[in-house]
């Protein structure tokens, strides 16, 4: 125990300078459900309540960190997808309220586009029983009962794919509505990364529609395109075709 309450502290050490020091790059490392270091270091079923009483965070980072030691606790086991997928959205969530609040910043940005990624990449587990389809012949009871399972299935997986979709939209005009003057510091440098992401999902459960109008509205709204990396550039290029 006393283990675990020395590397929750170091951890809590690490986040809070990263905060003060407006680190993104740390605290990318500190949140990313992919660095399965500090997850299973945290995967005991005790962590959350150690935060509780031992965790100190700066104010409105609490609730992200919250979520983040529940993913860590959950993300060993792929019984709990649906409940991670749902710590993760909550995360992202708590993240974008507080982007949405700091004015003249977006040291947070590369926070967001890392935890957004994360969060689609889990959503991509869910967008197999989407296109599943039931066939309306009459069938026996027991695939009655499979077909209840399987529209149970779909409605799950469709409410968290819309969740991902609705958050990742709103991520997106958050950067693109910005008005910050200042180009360093402005929010808009992640309009594009988080569109990419945005149009994979859509892409992938075949929502051709909705991604064409993301990319008309982008065409017209993304100011710093030719200052994008090659590989976001390229997605950007392949889904403008």
Not at 4 to 25: H, R, T, V, W
Request: charged share 25%.
């Amino acid at each position: 125990m006393s283990n675990l309450i020395n590397e929750l502290q170091k951890y809590l050490d690490e986040f809070n300078e990263g905060i003060f020091a407006m680190n993104s790059s740390s605290l990318c490392s500190l949140l990313s459900i992919r660095h399965k270091v500090h997850i299973e270091k945290f995967s005991s079923s005790s962590t959350c309540d150690l935060f509780e009483k031992y965790g100190r965070v700066v104010q409105g980072w609490n609730i992200i960190l919250t979520n983040h030691i529940k993913i860590c606790q959950t993300s060993l086991h792929k019984i709990y997808l649906n409940d991670i997928v749902q710590y993760q959205y909550l995360l992202c969530r708590s993240l974008l309220d507080l982007i949405k609040e700091s004015k003249n910043k977006n040291w947070h940005i590369p926070i967001l586009i890392l935890t957004l990624t994360e969060l689609r990449l889990i959503t991509n587990y869910f967008t197999k029983n989407i296109s599943t389809d039931i066939n309306g012949r009459t069938s026996p009871p027991t695939q009655r009962i499979a077909d209840l399972s399987i529209n149970n299935d779909r409605q799950i997986s469709e409410t968290n794919v819309n969740k991902t979709i609705e958050l990742l939209t709103e991520a997106f005009r958050v950067c693109t509505s910005d008005r910050c003057t200042e180009q360093r510091l402005s929010k808009k440098w992640g309009a594009i990364q988080i569109l990419n992401q945005l149009l994979k999902l859509c892409h992938r459960i075949k929502r051709y529609e909705l991604g064409e109008q993301l990319l008309s509205f982008a065409e017209q709204s993304l100011e710093y395109k030719n200052y994008l990396l090659e590989d976001q550039k390229m997605t950007y290029d392949y889904f403008l075709g």
